[in-house]
């Protein structure tokens, strides 16, 4: 079984950038997809970025050019590099095993205007 467990988040200033990880635990690594998703109060959870087990990616509208997907199969970790945050970036950001229940605990991320 596939756990999952996000770090990264904090608080940083509009305009500023930060760096989430996703360490999973399992010898599949290679071979599984992970998405980012992220979650505000009173919101359903909205899909954020995604990336195959070959390495493509995927994003929302709302991060295409400012978020990053990547991949580290040796360190069995997925990164989210996010630039040029913006408020409405705040949310609690949590990673996901394609198609699969399998989420990790969440990592805040706070965004001051």
């Known amino acids: 079984q596939v756990q999952l467990v996000e770090s990264g988040g904090g608080l940083v200033q509009a305009g500023g950038s930060l760096r989430l990880s996703c360490v999973a635990s399992g010898s599949t690594f290679s071979s599984i997809g992970i998405a980012w998703y992220r979650q505000v109060p009173g919101k359903r959870r909205e899909f954020v970025a995604g990336?195959?087990?070959?390495?493509?990616?995927n994003y929302a509208e709302s991060v295409k050019g400012r978020f990053a997907i990547s991949r580290a199969d040796a360190k069995n970790t997925v990164y989210l590099e996010m630039n040029s945050l913006k408020s409405e970036d705040t949310a609690v950001y949590y990673c996901n095993r394609f198609g699969t229940p399998i989420w990790g605990q969440g990592t805040q991320v706070t965004v001051s205007s």
């Open positions: 990336i195959s087990s070959g390495g493509v990616t």
